[in-house]
T-cell receptor
Framework: GENVEQHPSTLSVQEGDSAVIKCTYSDSASNYFPWYKQELGKRPQLIIDIRSNVGEKKDQRIAVTLNKTAKHFSLHITETQPEDSAVYFC??????????FGPGTRLSVLP | KAGVTQTPRYLIKTRGQQVTLSCSPISGHRSVSWYQQTPGQGLQFLFE???????NKGNFPGRFSGRQFSNSRSEMNVSTLELGDSALYLCASRFGSDRAGANVLTFGAGSRLTVL
């Protein structure tokens, strides 16, 4: 079955710097890759996603890149702000199968 | 439109008891998935139901079971509770069919279970 690895497990950056979180997946049939943000005490919320027919997607300060050949995808956050502090989960899914989540990255943005 | 609703939000049980959690998906969503979240363990997949049938199942013991009703509402049950079952149980829904945007998973706020 699918296996998703995520690195780093914790990440601290200065406010205004960029943050990058990387995930790798094992199942070449996976074709949908979302990223979720979970603030303390709240539910995971989708922040950006990418499908396998696209190499990059941007939404304001957030971008995701996908390398299907290498089976890895990354989340990029630019100009980080304190409200970006949260746990971020990547996931992989192929149609009809369940989502497999990475173990999460705790991002701390220091003022 | 209303989001994914989970009840109860908090509950305390003792070892050996059983518990039933409920999840009402977003209107029109036919797929409901359940996840267990514990500190340091991320989101562990329990099972997914689609049109009242279990479509996928994770690696949890048979004490964990679920079902889905014709209105897409889902319940999960844990029997013979153990201390290690203390966790946040998250439900998530999606359309589940082969249409644009069908994959997008929306989570409920979760049911926090404490087993004493």
């Amino acid at each position: 079955g699918e296996n998703v690895e995520q690195h780093p497990s914790t990440l601290s950056v200065q406010e205004g710097d960029s943050a990058v979180i990387k995930c790798t997946y094992s199942d070449s049939a996976s074709n949908y890759f979302p990223w979720y943000k979970q603030e303390l005490g709240k539910r995971p919320q989708l922040i950006i996603d990418i499908r396998s027919n696209v190499g990059e997607k941007k939404d304001q300060r957030i971008a995701v890149t996908l390398n299907k050949t290498a089976k890895h995808f990354s989340l990029h956050i630019t100009e980080t702000q304190p409200e970006d502090s949260a746990v971020y989960f990547c996931a992989a899914e192929s149609y009809g199968q369940n989502f497999v989540f990475g173990p999460g990255t705790r991002l701390s943005v220091l003022p | 439109k209303a989001g994914v609703t989970q009840t109860p939000r908090y509950l305390i049980k003792t070892r050996g008891q059983q518990v039933t959690l409920s999840c009402s998906p977003i209107s029109g969503h036919r797929s409901v998935s359940w996840y267990q979240q514990t500190p340091g363990q991320g989101l562990q997949f329990l099972f997914e139901y689609f049109s009242e049938t279990q479509r996928n199942k994770g690696n949890f013991p048979g004490r964990f079971s679920g079902r889905q009703f014709s209105n897409s509402r889902s319940e999960m049950n844990v029997s013979t509770l153990e201390l290690g079952d203390s966790a946040l149980y998250l439900c998530a829904s999606r359309f589940g069919s082969d249409r644009a945007g069908a994959n997008v998973l929306t989570f409920g706020a979760g049911s926090r279970l404490t087993v004493l």
